[in-house]
């Protein structure tokens, strides 16, 4: 499977089950003429476009989560987008199928139901005729495990970067202990090669464009890709702006330690505020303008030979 996607259903589950099921989210009972039920692939544990991938133990956390929740259309959150309910879900393994890293291919599908109306058969008729398969599931994770240094990427501790190789291998990130999951889309192109997440690593251009909205001076409703990108760029900042600071800590006591070896004696006070207005431009300038001239060769007022004979500066002689 290239996309997560609607699938054919090889075994259709027993018709009174299912709408069993569907009726427990429906205010009236409905008849199996009334709705169009279908399988659909949600997402599975290979690398996906976003250089993530679920792990197996997170497929079985999302098929709890995913039960009940909807069917929207380009995870555009507004009530005319949505369109079909999930009944039920399970991890099932691709007999045959492995994934980029050789493991045992294993992925979540789900049965969901779109009600038979006409402002729904355009969207049935497209999935009936394959126009209309790949999907992409919104949820969240605890933590996305580095397959480098096996830390969490949105920690400090991490400095990998997801796509890039390290030691012959290319780093992906593992999403790990799924705490929700919101919706599932049908899209063009999801972002896991086998289902899609809308999730990873936002593209600068995408950013562009979600900054440009928020300068409207109008009230705003982001899409959620568009919120979920948003965040991930902030968790990013705040990344990089914990790296800063830690090198500006290591900065400001290089250079107090420049001061010392001189003998540059300041009251605390006014070293530590001095020390601390400085940014880290500065402080770079002032420790490589300090080694600089620790580095000039000192020159004695009288340079002697092994002799005792003195070697020219004459002018300083007494």
Not at 121 to 128: F, G, R, V, Y
Not at 190 to 201: D, E, N, Y
Not at 276 to 293: G, P, R, S, W, Y
Request: proline residues 3%; charged residues 30%.
């Amino acid at each position: 499977m290239k996309n997560g996607m609607v699938i054919k259903n090889m075994s259709a589950p027993d018709i009174t089950d299912e709408m069993a099921l569907v009726n427990t989210y429906s205010r009236r009972e409905l008849s199996p003429e009334e709705v169009y039920l279908f399988t659909v692939a949600l997402c599975d544990n290979d690398i996906d476009r976003d250089n993530e991938r679920f792990t197996v133990e997170s497929l079985f956390a999302l098929e709890k989560l995913f039960v009940g929740k909807t069917g929207i259309i380009d995870h555009d959150p507004t009530a005319k987008n949505q369109k079909a309910r999930i009944i039920s879900c399970k991890v099932e393994s691709v007999e045959g199928r492995k994934t980029a890293l050789g493991d045992d291919l294993f992925r979540l599908t789900a049965r969901a139901y779109i009600r038979r109306t006409e402002a729904n058969a355009e969207l049935i008729d497209q999935i009936e005729a394959g126009i209309v398969k790949e999907v992409s599931v919104g949820c969240s994770v605890e933590k996305t495990v580095c397959s480098v240094c096996r830390n969490d990427m949105r920690s400090p501790a991490c400095t990998h970067i997801k796509g890039r190789v390290y030691s012959g291998e290319r780093c992906f990130g593992e999403l790990c202990e799924p705490t929700d999951a919101y919706e599932f889309s049908f899209v063009a192109v999801p972002a896991q090669r086998a289902a899609g997440v809308i999730k990873s690593t936002v593209k600068e251009t995408q950013m562009e464009s979600i900054k440009s909205v928020l300068e409207c001076e109008k009230d705003i409703l982001l899409a959620k890709s568009d919120l979920d990108s948003l965040r991930e760029y902030i968790a990013q900042l705040e990344k990089q702006a914990q790296f800063a600071d830690a090198y500006k800590v290591q900065l400001r006591e290089q250079l107090k330690k420049c001061l010392q070896s001189r003998q540059i004696e300041l009251e605390y006070a006014a070293e530590k505020s001095i020390i601390e207005k400085l940014d880290v431009d500065e402080l770079q300038a002032l420790i490589k303008a300090m080694d600089k001239q620790s580095s000039a060769p000192c020159m004695p007022q009288l340079m002697r030979t092994a002799d005792g004979n003195t070697v020219g500066n004459t002018e300083f002689r007494i």
